[in-house]
């Protein structure tokens, strides 16, 4: 096996400490290049690497020689993954009759934008040479006409190559992003639920901007999806809390801590799993997908958490989805097969309606130490088949 995968396996924590160096070394033969045992290794990594993880990395290729561009333009075409683009890696290196692009991602509504990557503005970038990398994907027919290209790069300022931009042909195709500002898009995107990604995906394309309507309906719409994540996380429980006359909220680093076990076992018993949004995690290949949400125990003694119509329709398209249940004061959790929750929606209680609506789940302990999902028809059915221990420490096998 691998080192770097049988670390992974074997200690998960230890990738933590790690330099980017280190994690370079420990692919292939250490050496990054188009084709390469070395670059097919770091790739796979970087799809289930802890989000952190990268946002550090790309500040130690700002800062110090680490193969750093091939290094850089990796990390980079991985945010694109991270903000639900499908990606294809460019060569590291231009070849005769190949296409020189970084990166091609292709958003869900099938626009398709060329990256280039840069890890700095200090040398003057030849538009017309990328404009040209455009025009070959057009007649090969891999792009659309209204495709545009996103240059990245590594310092925040460059306003020289903006300048360079506008006073061009090709100011309304071409976009400039600094790594860091990316970086900022993707942790956004994951402490966000999904009505925020389209959004996100619209700030990426180029668009005239004298009137300022379309910039303001972005933001509006990303911060209050982000608001209402943070009212549904950690307190996804919030309506039961209404129902009982009071609003109780679990501290956040338990929510943290449970989650981590959560994340970490599953990953242990399947696959490696990355953060999508505030509650949604995939494995890189997005067959393995999980909805996890924790509720601390109420004064009634029941559990109580929501389940909402985005996550029924993120579960469905999975080879194999759960519906995961954590429970603060509990060292176990409920991984419940997407199947199973889908085909009881009928007998649970909705709060709330369309998009801002979600089904009760309420969770009670019995006597003998059985949790039992109580059902509006009265009936209560045991989640013992699904429980899942949680007595390991979290690990970095999962992005969280």
């Given at each position: 096996m691998k080192a770097l995968f049988t670390l992974l396996k074997t200690d998960p924590n230890q990738i933590d400490i790690l330099s980017i160096q280190q994690i370079v070394a420990l692919c292939g033969n250490g050496k990054l290049g188009d084709n390469s045992e070395a670059s097919h290794d770091f790739r796979e990594y970087l799809q289930i690497a802890k989000s952190g993880n990268l946002f550090k990395y790309v500040q130690t290729c700002l800062q110090m020689p680490v193969e750093r561009g091939f290094v850089f333009q990796d990390i980079i075409n991985e945010f694109g993954r991270r903000l639900d683009y499908s990606v294809e890696n460019g060569l590291y290196q231009g070849k005769i009759n190949a296409v020189g692009f970084d990166g091609l991602w292709?958003?869900?509504?099938?626009?398709?934008?060329?990256?280039?990557?840069?890890?700095?503005?200090?040398?003057?970038?030849?538009?017309?040479?990328?404009?040209?990398?455009?025009?070959?994907?057009?007649?090969?027919?891999?792009?659309?006409?209204?495709?545009?290209?996103?240059?990245?790069?590594?310092?925040?300022?460059?306003?020289?190559?903006?300048?360079?931009v506008r006073g061009s042909r090709h100011a309304w195709s071409f976009r400039i992003i600094s790594a860091d500002a990316l970086a900022k898009l993707v942790t956004l995107k994951e402490n966000s639920e999904l009505a925020s990604v389209s959004k996100i995906h619209e700030l990426l394309v180029p668009f005239e901007y004298t009137r300022l309507d379309r910039i303001i309906d972005i933001a509006f719409t990303v911060a209050k999806d982000a608001s209402a994540a943070e009212q549904q996380e950690p307190?996804?429980?919030?309506?039961?809390?209404?129902?009982?006359?009071?609003?109780?909220?679990?501290?956040?680093?338990?929510?943290?801590?449970?989650?981590?076990?959560?994340?970490?076992?599953?990953?242990?018993?399947?696959?490696?799993?990355?953060?999508?949004?505030?509650?949604?995690?995939?494995?890189?290949?997005?067959?393995?997908?999980?909805?996890?949400t924790i509720s601390k125990q109420y004064t009634d003694g029941g559990y109580w958490y929501g389940y909402h119509d985005s996550w029924d329709k993120f579960l469905a398209e999975a080879v194999q989805g759960f519906y995961v249940l954590g429970c603060v004061g509990r060292d176990d959790a409920f991984a419940i097969p997407f199947e199973w929750i889908h085909s009881r929606r009928e007998h649970l209680y909705m709060t709330g309606q369309g998009e801002d609506g979600w089904w009760q789940i309420v969770v009670c302990p019995t006597a003998d130490g059985?949790?039992?999902?109580?059902?509006?028809?009265?009936?209560?059915?045991?989640?013992?088949?699904?429980?899942?221990?949680?007595?390991?420490?979290?690990?970095?096998s999962s992005s969280n």
């Amino acid at each position: 096996m691998k080192a770097l995968f049988t670390l992974l396996k074997t200690d998960p924590n230890q990738i933590d400490i790690l330099s980017i160096q280190q994690i370079v070394a420990l692919c292939g033969n250490g050496k990054l290049g188009d084709n390469s045992e070395a670059s097919h290794d770091f790739r796979e990594y970087l799809q289930i690497a802890k989000s952190g993880n990268l946002f550090k990395y790309v500040q130690t290729c700002l800062q110090m020689p680490v193969e750093r561009g091939f290094v850089f333009q990796d990390i980079i075409n991985e945010f694109g993954r991270r903000l639900d683009y499908s990606v294809e890696n460019g060569l590291y290196q231009g070849k005769i009759n190949a296409v020189g692009f970084d990166g091609l991602w292709c958003a869900p509504d099938g626009h398709i934008i060329i990256v280039e990557v840069k890890t700095s503005d200090a040398y003057r970038i030849n538009l017309d040479t990328i404009a040209g990398y455009r025009d070959d994907l057009l007649s090969a027919g891999k792009i659309k006409k209204d495709s545009s290209v996103l240059i990245v790069v590594g310092r925040e300022d460059t306003g020289d190559l903006e300048a360079q931009v506008r006073g061009s042909r090709h100011a309304w195709s071409f976009r400039i992003i600094s790594a860091d500002a990316l970086a900022k898009l993707v942790t956004l995107k994951e402490n966000s639920e999904l009505a925020s990604v389209s959004k996100i995906h619209e700030l990426l394309v180029p668009f005239e901007y004298t009137r300022l309507d379309r910039i303001i309906d972005i933001a509006f719409t990303v911060a209050k999806d982000a608001s209402a994540a943070e009212q549904q996380e950690p307190t996804v429980e919030t309506f039961a809390a209404a129902e009982q006359g009071k609003q109780e909220r679990t501290a956040s680093d338990v929510i943290t801590e449970i989650r981590s076990k959560m994340l970490a076992a599953l990953s242990s018993k399947y696959l490696p799993l990355v953060r999508k949004s505030r509650a949604l995690y995939w494995s890189a290949d997005k067959s393995l997908r999980i909805a996890a949400t924790i509720s601390k125990q109420y004064t009634d003694g029941g559990y109580w958490y929501g389940y909402h119509d985005s996550w029924d329709k993120f579960l469905a398209e999975a080879v194999q989805g759960f519906y995961v249940l954590g429970c603060v004061g509990r060292d176990d959790a409920f991984a419940i097969p997407f199947e199973w929750i889908h085909s009881r929606r009928e007998h649970l209680y909705m709060t709330g309606q369309g998009e801002d609506g979600w089904w009760q789940i309420v969770v009670c302990p019995t006597a003998d130490g059985d949790m039992r999902l109580y059902l509006k028809t009265g009936q209560n059915e045991s989640l013992a088949p699904f429980k899942i221990a949680l007595s390991m420490t979290a690990g970095a096998s999962s992005s969280n």
